[in-house]
């Protein structure tokens, strides 16, 4: 099979280069899809399963486009410089980079937004300014409270704090950014108005905006999604979105020790771009 | 001094490598650095670390690329461990030379894994002018068995409430035993080993890599890690101990393996400016 021709380089934005990699199409292109990552060593451990995935959408037709925010990946800045606001406003960066790919191509074309784990929170968060992309969710978040506090709990985790003292500790890590202040995380600086925002965002979807979302998880089980996205998706339905939602089984691939893949979810999400493009 | 970088893509038998160059503003930076990545990780390294230490080393007048290789992160191609980069390497530091104007050569900066790689790889290029290495990955299941034993077996035995929970039941003693028993037997089958089979051994093929490319080299060790700790006991015996790798090597107490903090990083990062600076000028003379 043909490989599908990429170009690396960095996007000028404020405050530096935001690397992009861009996976082009083979064939005529069906559409557009852009990767909003999760953040710290879950960016680094599902590098290669998203890359596979990145290659496999654009041999089925698909523009890719893979985008590090600022103070992530191999972009400008450092972590603890990050804040919310300029990630989403990384994920607008991305798409517009798209909308004017699409553009070119000269035929109306879909856009599709594909998220994993944190990545959706701030498609969501994106689409409140920004609404009319269909969405590709990979082991959606949903709450970014909920998602803090475990990235926070990594620094009692990496201390191997007894449980009293581990509650202390986040204790005082939580005092700390609510006072403004900058903790320090698993080698991660976070920034109070990193975590501020992280904390408030939450997996919802403008009315009327999203025609159609389609949900990809891993189980150790396989079969259904796990109960907080299944009571989303059904909310979603109720308010006339398209969903679809699948599980498969296989390791977490964003946080095992090893470099791990799960080529079930990217034979699902294949057929999941196709549903997405009708 | 400020620094740009460059995002390249680069060819490695017929598969397709993401790399990043860090570059000084001002050219001239005669000795580069190519950042062997090693572990489950791809060319960012664990909290940013690759990406850190390049932009550090580009403002400081020294260019820096860190790639992935193979099969690993943005790269094509299958999954492969650190004993089969050699290729990639190889395609890297072209890359690299073809890119910078004036560079004399590079020096292979790797962690863990790749310590070990750069090991193999430093004797087969004449453009590798010497090796970073940092917590040298030299595992074997009887180094392994060793280094428990000293470490973690002793210092329980040392430790008051290992005695307390033993004398109160809470410690079963035949499984104690037989673990403490089991490792021992693993740790002897290495002392014994050593010296039947050094070809087959990774430490010992990671020393005569060193020994034959008679290049400069410079260890860094963590004070938190057992790999660290495996690679001290394996530098104390043959044939390591004639290269003596550790004599003057970098220690950092309190950091863990991948050194993760800002300030474990920071320092990393000036110990490798320097010790590249001095190449540099030792070169020029």
Redesign the interface.
């Known amino acids: 099979m043909h ?1 599908p021709a ?5 996007l000028e934005a404020q405050g530096g ?1 935001r ?3 861009a996976t082009h199409p083979v064939g005529p292109p069906k559409g557009a899809v852009l990767f909003v990552g999760p953040f ?2 879950e960016l ?2 599902s ?2 399963m998203v ?1 596979l995935a990145a ?1 496999a959408f654009a041999s089925a037709g698909w523009m890719v486009l ?1 985008l590090d925010c600022y103070g ?3 972009s ?1 800045g ?3 410089e990050a804040d919310w606001a300029t990630w989403v406003g990384d994920v607008g960066l991305g798409r517009g980079w798209l909308s004017d790919w699409l553009q070119m191509q000269g035929r109306d074309l879909p856009l599709v937004l594909w998220g994993l784990r944190a990545g959706s929170l701030l498609i969501a968060d994106h689409l409140a300014t920004e609404p009319g992309a269909r969405l590709l969710l990979w082991q959606p978040v949903t709450n970014g409270k909920q998602h803090l506090t475990q990235f926070l709990r990594l620094k009692a985790a ?1 201390e191997m704090l007894a449980e009293s003292d581990a509650k202390t500790a986040m204790t005082r890590v939580k005092a700390a950014l609510q006072a403004g202040e900058t903790v ?1 995380v ?4 976070v920034r109070a108005a990193l975590a501020s925002g992280m904390e408030a965002a939450m997996l919802r979807l403008p009315s009327g905006g999203t025609p159609s979302v389609e949900i990809v998880e891993v189980g150790a089980e396989g079969g259904s999604v796990s109960p907080a996205v299944a009571v989303l998706g059904e909310r979603w339905r109720e308010e006339g979105i398209r969903v679809g939602m699948q599980a498969h089984s296989g390791p977490a691939f964003w946080n095992t ?3 791990e893949t799960v080529p079930g979810v990217i034979e699902a999400s294949l057929a999941a771009l196709e549903r997405l493009r009708s | 001094m400020t620094f740009r ?1 460059l ?3 680069f060819e490695c038998g017929g598969d ?1 490598l ?1 790399g ?1 160059l860090s570059l000084p503003e001002r050219e001239g930076g005669e000795v580069g650095v190519l950042v062997v990545v090693g572990g ?10 690759f ?2 230490l390049a932009r550090h080393l580009a403002a400081n007048g020294i260019p820096c690329m860190r790639f992935d290789y193979r ?6 191609g299958e ?1 492969r461990d650190f004993e089969q980069v050699q290729d990639d390497i190889r395609c890297a530091v072209d890359t690299m030379m073809e890119r910078i104007p004036g560079l004399r050569g590079v020096v292979l900066w790797g962690l863990c894994d790749g310590a070990s790689a750069s090991c193999f790889y430093a004797r087969q290029d004449d453009r590798v002018l010497g090796t970073m290495l940092l917590n040298p990955w030299v595992r074997t299941a009887a180094t392994e068995a060793r280094t428990y034993l000293t470490h973690y077996y002793w210092q329980r035995l040392r430790d008051p409430a290992f005695w307390k929970k033993l004398l109160g039941g809470g410690v079963l003693v035949g499984k104690a035993l037989g673990g403490l028993l089991g490792t021992a037997r693993k740790a002897g089958a290495a002392r014994q080993g050593a010296g039947q089979d050094p070809v087959q051994s990774l430490p010992a093929r990671m020393a005569s890599g060193l020994a034959s490319a008679g290049k400069p080299y410079r260890v860094v060790l963590s004070g938190r890690d057992y790999v660290a700790r495996e690679f001290e006991q394996v530098a104390a015996g043959k044939p390591w101990a004639a290269l003596e790798a550790i004599r003057d090597a970098v220690r950092l107490d309190e950091a ?1 393996h ?1 050194f ?3 300030a474990w ?1 920071a320092e990393v990062a000036r110990v490798t400016a320097e010790w590249v600076e001095s190449m540099g000028r030792e070169g020029a003379r």
């Open positions: 490989r990429r170009e690396a380089f960095f280069g690397f992009c990699l710290a060593e680094n451990k590098r290669r890359a290659r893979q992530c990946g191999d400008a450092e972590f603890g990496s320090e698993a080698g991660y600086a020790q090893e470099i | 970088e995002a390249l893509l397709e993401v990043v489950p990780q791809y060319r960012v390294g664990s909290h940013r670390q990406v850190l099969g690993m992160g943005d790269a094509t999954q863990d991948t993760s903090t800002a990083r």
